[in-house]
Nanobody, 125 residues
Framework: QLQLVESGGGLVQPGGSLRLSCAAS????????IGWFRQAPGKEREGVSC????????YHADSVKGRFTISRDNAKNTVYLQMVNLKPEDTAVYYC??????????????????WGQGTQVTVSS
């Protein structure tokens, strides 16, 4: 069974850091493009970052550029989203998603084949 499982969310103060993990089972992440999305209460889900399968190129939305970094550990079959200097407006449920073809279209996967269940990130003092 193909599955994505996110972890690492939590409550953090403004200016703090978190690292989210997206672990895959049933398929190999390095052959897929993986994207991170987020959805805040009352808002639409939006793309945040994407890492392609071919050369590991990474892309980030302007709102998180310089603060968020997406990376991949092939040995652990896991993609990470390192978030620093967090702001209250980063509060959302964060989801990872897989494009089994392997392409990013900017900071989102070209297509979405699988979603994770999401992990809550709350930035508040």
């Amino acid at each position: 069974q193909l599955q994505l499982v996110e972890s690492g969310g939590g409550l953090v103060q403004p200016g703090g850091s978190l690292r989210l993990s997206c672990a895959a089972s049933g398929f190999t992440l390095r052959n897929s493009a993986i994207g991170w999305f987020r959805q805040a209460p009352g808002k639409e889900r939006e793309g945040v970052s994407c890492i392609s399968s071919r050369d590991g190129s990474t892309y980030h939305a302007d709102s998180v550029k310089g603060r968020f970094t997406i990376s991949r550990d092939n040995a652990k079959n896991t993609v990470y989203l390192q978030m620093v200097n967090l702001k209250p407006e980063d509060t959302a449920v964060y989801y990872c998603a897989a494009d089994l073809i392997g392409f990013c279209s900017g900071y989102v996967p070209l297509t979405i084949n699988y979603w994770g269940q999401g992990t809550q990130v709350t930035v508040s003092s």
